[in-house]
């Protein structure tokens, strides 16, 4: 198998298909067993992203996030990224 750093880099379409690991959760009405392995769409993700990180504020960097009042360690995001300020 290849390194994945080997792969050329190329920017994900909202199609483009993620691989995850589905895991076990206890405390659902039918849990998983077996950790499997399952796959979404970049467009999922985002969605899931933007749905359970509301409030993010969004930056053109990280200097400008400090400019703004934020210090290391809280999060910001620059477009669909989301950053740490470091």
Same mark, same amino acid.
């Not at 950790?35 to 999922?44: C, D, G």
């Given at each position: 198998m290849a390194e994945?750093?080997?792969? *050329?880099? #190329?920017?994900?379409?909202?199609?483009? $298909?993620?691989?995850? %690991?589905?895991?076990?959760?206890?405390?659902?009405?039918?849990?998983?067993?077996?950790? *499997?392995? #399952?796959?979404?769409?970049?467009?999922? $993700?985002?969605?899931? %992203?933007?749905?359970?990180?509301p409030g993010i504020v969004e930056y053109a960097d990280n200097a400008a996030a400090i400019t703004g009042g934020l210090v290391v360690g809280q999060r910001y995001r620059t477009g669909d990224l989301l950053k740490i300020v470091h």
């Open positions: 994945i750093s080997s792969y *050329p880099l #190329k920017a994900p379409k909202l199609g483009d $298909l993620l691989i995850f %690991t589905e895991t076990y959760d206890a405390s659902e009405a039918t849990p998983v067993v077996g950790n *499997p392995t #399952k796959s979404m769409t970049v467009s999922s $993700l985002k969605s899931l %992203t933007q749905n359970t990180l």
